[in-house]
């Protein structure tokens, strides 16, 4: 794979912010021998993993987003497979042969105009 735009790349060094960021807005709170701590239930336990887990993924949602940004970016070239080959292309014209095409405009049908227009536009004269 190859890029358009490979300086655009270096954008990447921006997905370690969100997680420099969290790592630096963490912190520990100092350890108190406090008697009705003891008391604390293990649903309240339970709400600080839940609370760590969504912090976790709520990180990883954001770098991947900023990794996303990047790559949009630099605008990836994809190779096709096949040698390059064009494949046949379907193309359908529809044609408004209701009575206002039939009206004559400088001397011609748009009929026989929208006809010729839409020869041109297949590459057939």
Known sequence: MS?????????LAAAAIPALL???QRRIPPEVDFPPV?????AERESARRLRLRHLLLLIL????????????ARPLVPLRGGG???PTAAVIILDNSPSAGAVVDGGLVLDRLRVAA?????RT
């Open 3 to 11: 890029f358009i735009h490979p300086l655009a790349l270096l954008g």
């Open 119 to 123: 020869r041109s536009s297949l590459g």
């Open 22 to 24: 969290h790592l630096l």
């Open 38 to 42: 003891r008391y604390l239930s293990a």
């Open 85 to 87: 080959a064009h494949q």
């Open 62 to 73: 954001r770098t991947a987003l900023i990794v996303a940004i990047v790559f949009a970016a």
